[in-house]
């Protein structure tokens, strides 16, 4: 996708899937209520959720997007930080975003 083509997606989208990596190494995840604000990422998850107590300030973290209403036409945005704040919701430091868009691969002929 193209950055106006991410943007867009983006505004869309309220939900993600959410994983990080607590301090024993071992792999968190949840699904929670995400917002891009000012390049950053604004998470609500639930206080008692596994994944706020697992990550720590400055920690790795990743967010992604799906939308697909067909296999052949499946979106998503991936976004990797790192937690800012903690308090009362995640903020996360945009580092990297990356993208897939299923409907703009070529299909075989059947």
Same mark, same amino acid.
């Given at each position: 996708?193209?950055?106006?083509?991410?943007?867009?997606?983006?505004?869309?989208?309220? @939900?993600?899937?959410?994983?990080?990596?607590?301090?024993?190494?071992?792999? &968190?995840?949840?699904? #929670? /209520? *995400?917002? %891009?604000? =000012?390049?950053?990422?604004?998470?609500?998850?639930?206080?008692?959720?596994?994944?706020?107590?697992?990550?720590?300030?400055?920690?790795?973290?990743?967010? @992604?997007?799906?939308?697909?209403?067909?296999?052949?036409?499946?979106?998503? &945005?991936?976004?990797? #930080? /790192? *937690?800012? %704040?903690? =308090?009362?919701?995640?903020?996360?430091?945009?580092?990297?975003?990356?993208?897939?868009?299923?409907?703009?691969?070529?299909?075989?002929?059947?």
């Amino acid at each position: 996708m193209t950055a106006e083509e991410i943007d867009a997606f983006l505004a869309e989208q309220t @939900v993600a899937v959410i994983a990080a990596v607590d301090p024993e190494g071992w792999p &968190v995840g949840a699904v #929670g /209520r *995400v917002q %891009r604000v =000012d390049g950053l990422l604004d998470i609500d998850l639930p206080p008692f959720d596994a994944l706020v107590e697992a990550i720590r300030d400055g920690g790795p973290i990743c967010c @992604v997007f799906e939308d697909s209403p067909t296999y052949h036409t499946i979106r998503g &945005v991936t976004i990797r #930080g /790192r *937690v800012r %704040r903690r =308090d009362p919701q995640l903020e996360v430091e945009i580092e990297r975003t990356t993208s897939f868009d299923f409907g703009k691969l070529p299909r075989s002929e059947r």
